[in-house]
């Protein structure tokens, strides 16, 4: 998983307006709260955080980062990569 979306239940006001925002349908309503159920479907749009009023959901990002330099060096083997071939 890129991206683990977690509900706050202590926030939650069970207003399903995150339900009918994803389009992934990671969220469902149980106990009259939303859940990440399907927490395998985030894309990491946020469009969850974004209509949450009660700041209750929260997106996090486990994609590894590459440091600059890396990415740096990453970026000129591609370029001369496409140069020879």
């Known amino acids: ?14 207003c399903e307006e995150c339900v009918d925002i994803c389009s992934a349908e990671v969220f469902e309503m149980r106990g009259g709260k939303a859940e990440a159920v399907n927490k395998d479907r985030c894309v ?13 959901i929260t997106v996090t990002d486990t994609r590894h980062k590459l440091s ?3 990415a740096f060096l990453f970026r000129e083997i591609l370029a001369e990569d496409e140069m020879t071939g």
Do not use: Y
């Open 68 to 70: 600059d330099q890396c």
């Open 44 to 56: 990491g749009c946020e469009s969850c955080v974004e209509v949450c009023e009660n700041d209750a």
């Open 1 to 14: 998983m890129a991206f683990i979306p977690t509900v706050d239940q202590e926030k939650c006001r069970g």
